[in-house]
């Protein structure tokens, strides 16, 4: 006979605890502690679900266990083992291909992750309209939305015509089973993993047993028929994905994808991924009839930027092995308030006042008593501290009103002592600079020589950075 109990289950990591906490006792999370009713059915149970194959629906939905008969694993030896259908093939969408290190690899999950309203759905089914232009058998899973709310994102994408891409609205595992037995895609998308339940099971959808018990159905179902699938996931408000750790330990990649809703950019990047390299960034622009893929990052980011503005610098950032050009703008204003504001978008608020007491005590610049204000331009994140030494100078130049040169780039890691330090791929920084037309680099002393077509300007201190560029004034 079944027994039933409350237990509060930690929607970060799974452990379950007999009572509610704020604080999880196995991961340390807070308020991730959510009250589950959890079945057990004991043992003689257990084994009987087991034999007859009823722990999940087959292929016809009813119960039956063709869908997980497994054959027997036998170890080989390494050489023999082939792999030769495990290659990545493009996706068509060049952007995702380049996170992707080539494409997507047929019988991986891929786990995606980002805000709502930033354009996940978007941007994976425009993926599937390409595939299926290649000729592809793909499924859209639309767990979340109707078939027809999907129809008509598709017609204003302009991919309604897709002949390859099948849709379905489904959010019960079993017959989700049976409908992709019934499909044979070889890509299936769920959008989302969330909001796909089993029925056999007592717990709400979302809730911790639910989204590890069908994530794993699933994953296991893509290795078995050797098809792609993809997982949306939902994220938390501090903009982890949400559900159990082990969800983003079950799939083979982790795909996040950033940006900000008043900005046209999003970013793509890949926290995991088994079958290549996590350092490549993917950049789209949302316009009007999707996501467009933005090669040139550098010339995307500077082509509003106006020259002979005081409180302008340029620096060479790295996303993954990318180099994107930033412009960081600061500005410095008076004030009769008795605490000056220190505003930062874009840039690490903690770090802009860091780098405003070094300027004040190691540079001689007298904004102690100034408003601060600090933007990367473009809705891009800079947090490395590279952007260290830009963002003096873009203080440095609207504190004193004079402009920095158009052509000069400025990149260095700025230490408490006003030193100056070198960072890491400076090479690549600087190729990507001249390659867009900056002659001049105002370098720490100790970095290796720019490539050819660019000047350095070096410096041991940031105050001898910002006497450099003549940027002491008042």
């Known amino acids: 006979m079944a027994k039933v109990r409350m237990v509060h289950r930690c929607q970060d990591c799974g452990a379950g605890s007999a009572q509610w906490s704020g604080k999880c006792p196995a991961c340390g999370a807070w308020n991730s502690l959510v009250e589950e009713v959890e079945t057990s059915r004991g043992a003689g149970a257990a084994r009987a679900r087991v034999a007859t194959g009823s722990a999940g629906a087959g292929a016809g939905g009813s119960g039956g266990h063709a869908a997980w008969d497994f054959p027997a694993a036998q170890a080989v030896p390494i050489a023999e083992v082939v792999c030769d259908g495990w290659a990545p093939r493009p996706t068509g969408v060049a952007e995702l291909d380049r996170v992707l290190g080539g494409g997507l690899v047929p019988g991986s999950v891929t786990l995606v992750g980002g805000e709502p309203g930033v354009g996940k759905s978007t941007l994976l ?16 899973v639309t767990a979340e939305e109707s078939a027809e709310q999907v129809r008509l994102r598709a017609e204003r994408l302009g991919v309604a015509g897709a002949g390859g891409l099948w849709l379905v609205s489904e959010t019960e595992l079993s017959r989700l089973m049976a409908l992709i037995e019934e499909v044979e895609p070889s890509h299936v998308v769920i959008d989302s ?3 796909t339940f089993d029925a056999d099971l007592d717990s709400a959808p979302g809730s911790v047993a639910q989204v590890r018990h069908c994530a794993h159905r699933l994953v296991q179902l893509a290795k078995r028929r050797a ?12 903009g982890n994905l949400a559900g159990p750790r082990v969800l983003e330990h079950t799939v083979d990649t982790v795909l996040s994808f950033e940006g900000d809703r008043h900005h046209a950019l999003r970013l793509l990047r890949a926290t995991k991924h088994r ?7 993917g ?7 999707g996501l467009v893929g933005v090669p040139d990052a550098g010339a995307f980011f500077l082509a509003d930027r106006r ?11 790295m996303e993954g092995r990318r180099p994107l050009l930033v412009e960081v ?5 008076t004030t009769q308030l008795p605490f000056p504001r220190r505003s930062a978008e874009g840039v690490d608020n903690g770090r802009l006042s860091l780098l405003l007491a070094v300027l004040e005590k190691r540079a001689g610049l007298a904004i102690a008593k100034s408003d601060v204000y600090a933007l990367a331009v473009g809705g891009v994140k800079v947090s490395e501290p590279a952007a260290d ?30 030193e100056l330090r070198q960072v890491a791929q400076l090479d690549r920084r600087l190729a990507e600079a001249a390659r867009l037309g900056f002659r001049s680099a105002v370098l720490p002393t100790s970095a290796p020589e720019p490539p050819p077509g660019i000047t350095a300007v070096r410096a041991a201190t940031v105050g001898e950075a910002v006497a450099a560029l003549g940027l002491r004034g008042p």
């Open 389 to 418: 030494l830009a963002i003096c100078l873009a203080v440095a130049s609207a504190h004193a009103d004079v402009p920095i040169a158009a052509d000069v780039i400025a990149c260095g890691e700025v230490g408490l002592g006003g």
């Open 275 to 281: 079958f290549g390299s996590t350092g490549e960034l």
């Open 283 to 289: 950049l789209f622009e949302m316009a009007e009839t």
């Open 329 to 333: 703008q600061a500005l410095v204003a």
């Open 193 to 195: 993993i969330q909001t």
């Open 227 to 238: 098809m792609v699938m993809v997982l949306v996931g939902h994220v938390t408000k501090e």
């Open 125 to 140: 089914l425009q993926t599937l309209a390409s595939l299926a232009s290649t000729g592809a058998r793909c499924l859209l």
């Open 307 to 317: 020259a002979g503005v005081p409180g302008s610098a340029v620096v060479p950032a």
